[in-house]
């Protein structure tokens, strides 16, 4: 029971090998996740090979984790797969619509941490990647995705090569709500983030940053108003190419 409190990602891997048939394994028990109508709504690609780390770093901007990874293992929402089954089977999909991908994504989010899950609890490192979203367009062309097959997120993966800081969580409390949401006053969010912000890393971090505040930190130079918009409006053309979204919905 300790293992979820003392899991860290790992960003930096060692040179101990991973077998294809260890990570289908551990995949394979993964896809026992709960699934949106019993229809696995996914997909994994699994790059192993320097070539095909090489080919994705760009995307996750050289993160180092995807070159250093034993493996890199795209997570993608999937209703091609199921679309094509119900026409082969006489039956009229209708899955090219946002309810659909959030469906799919959801199945997709929760196979990957089953998996991160599982891997971590093997002795194994893992990164997600969020950067999946922001460049979803060079991974389609990389991995060649085809239609109704949108990149959600990606997983690195390897024997721990560092043994990093335990990062810290806010307050349970300051996240749970019974029987109907409290919205927060100036109180409530110090109750929250007072502990965050004094943490020795934080201040430093803000400091390095030249900024004032953490808060500044986070708006101003981690995730910007520029970069969300920016990469929306990228992710909004990436679902109407993948006939998630079209102009009529
Ligand atoms: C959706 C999502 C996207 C993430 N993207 C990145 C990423 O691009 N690069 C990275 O190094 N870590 C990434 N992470 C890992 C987080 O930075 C990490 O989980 C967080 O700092 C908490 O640290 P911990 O997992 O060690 O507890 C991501 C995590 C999530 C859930």
Redesign the pocket.
């Known amino acids: 029971m300790d293992y979820f409190k003392n899991?860290?990602?790992?960003?930096r891997y060692s040179d101990r090998k991973l077998t294809d048939a260890e990570i289908e394994s551990m995949l394979e028990q993964a896809m026992h996740a709960p699934t949106c109508g019993s229809m696995q709504l996914y997909s994994v690609v699994i790059s192993r090979s320097d070539a095909e780390k090489q080919a994705l770093a760009p995307a996750?901007?050289n993160?180092p984790?995807v070159t250093g990874a034993q493996a890199v293992i795209t997570f993608c929402a999937d209703f091609n797969r199921f679309t094509q089954w119900c026409r082969l089977r006489g039956a009229d999909p209708g899955y090219d619509n946002v309810q659909s991908f959030i469906s799919a994504a959801l199945d997709t989010v929760i196979l990957a941490q089953q998996f991160v899950t599982i891997a971590e609890m093997n002795g194994l490192g893992t990164?997600?990647?969020?950067?999946t979203t922001w460049n979803a367009p060079q991974i389609i062309d990389t991995l060649g995705l085809p239609e109704l097959v949108v990149p959600v997120?990606t997983v690195t993966v390897g024997y721990p090569g560092e043994n990093?800081d335990?990062?810290p969580?806010l307050p349970h409390r300051s996240l749970i709500h019974y029987g109907r949401y409290t919205p927060c006053d100036a109180e409530s969010i110090g109750q929250c983030y007072d502990d965050f912000e004094s943490l020795g890393q934080n201040r430093k971090f803000t400091a390095e940053n030249g900024k004032e505040t953490l808060a500044q930190v986070f708006t101003d130079v981690r995730y910007t108003r520029q970069a969300n918009e920016h990469f929306s409006e990228i992710f909004i053309g990436v679902l109407k190419k993948a006939k998630f979204l079209n102009t009529q919905q």
Do not use: A, E, K
Request: glycine fraction near 6%.
């Open positions: 899991r860290r990602t790992i960003r996750h901007f993160q984790s990164c997600y990647l969020g950067t997120i990093p335990l990062q969580r």
